[in-house]
């Protein structure tokens, strides 16, 4: 069965200073990776996701995560942060052999707070 | 143009009693889930309807729960018999691709 780790429940940075949200994941193949944000009341949203090509992948709100298939790694980082980005992020993986738009098993989550 | 909408925002039971949640998804979006949050638990898979194929009900925790889409739209998630373990933020997405979109949840309390 594929799982997913975020060993960090909580993090806290410093405005302006870089963002690292670290993902791995337990899968017999390479499965689509996702990262979400939650703020607070809201639903998740999709900030990046990787399927397959090039392992730097950009996303909204200017996040970008690498695919590290020897470390089965997809970690998520941000090179300035802003009060703003402070919420909840998963990391989530999808079967590939049955689509992307299937089941998906989330992380713990990593809940950010950022400080000014 | 119009994301998942659930309803309702919020819902307080009784231990034992029966609710309905409902799943509004975006607008022909072939692919539905169900998830649930908890504090306990994380974010967990429920339920997955995908265009007219048996649903994945992999996920259901008991046969208390139970989910069907009518028409290939809107869903409703019964839980039957409510216990405290119960109490969650129940999620809808839905997908046309791959992308799963996201509703904003329906917090349930049991009491």
């Known amino acids: 069965a594929q799982s997913v780790t975020q060993p960090d429940i909580h993090i806290t940075v410093s405005e302006g200073a870089s963002l690292e949200l670290r993902c791995n994941y337990s899968?017999?193949?390479?499965?689509?990776l996702f990262w979400y944000v939650q703020s607070p009341g809201q639903g998740l949203q999709l900030l990046l996701k990787?399927?397959?090509?090039?392992?730097l992948v950009q996303g909204i709100k200017g996040f970008e995560a690498e695919f590290k298939r020897s470390q089965s790694s997809f970690n998520l980082r941000k090179p300035s942060v802003h009060w703003s980005d402070a919420a909840e992020y998963f990391c989530a993986v999808g079967d590939p052999f049955t689509g992307g738009g299937n089941k998906l098993t989330f992380g713990t989550g990593t809940q950010l707070k950022v400080e000014l | 143009g119009a994301g998942v909408s659930q309803s309702p925002s919020n819902k307080v039971t009784e231990k034992g009693k029966d609710v309905e949640l409902r799943c509004d998804p975006i607008?022909?979006?072939?692919?539905l889930y169900w998830y649930r949050q908890s504090l306990g638990q994380g974010l967990e898979f429920l339920i997955y309807?995908?265009?007219?194929?048996?649903?994945?009900k992999s996920g259901l925790p008991s046969d208390r729960f139970s989910a069907e889409r009518t028409g290939g739209s809107v869903s409703t998630l019964t839980i039957q018999r409510t216990q405290q373990e119960d109490s969650a933020v129940y999620l809808c997405?839905?997908?046309?691709?791959?992308?799963?979109?996201f509703g904003p949840g329906t917090r349930l309390t049991v009491l």
């Open positions: 899968y017999g193949a390479t499965p689509y």
């Open positions: 997405a839905s997908s046309a691709v791959d992308e799963q979109f």
């Open positions: 990787y399927f397959s090509g090039d392992t």
């Open positions: 309807f995908q265009g007219n194929s048996a649903p994945d």
């Open positions: 607008s022909g979006h072939t692919a």
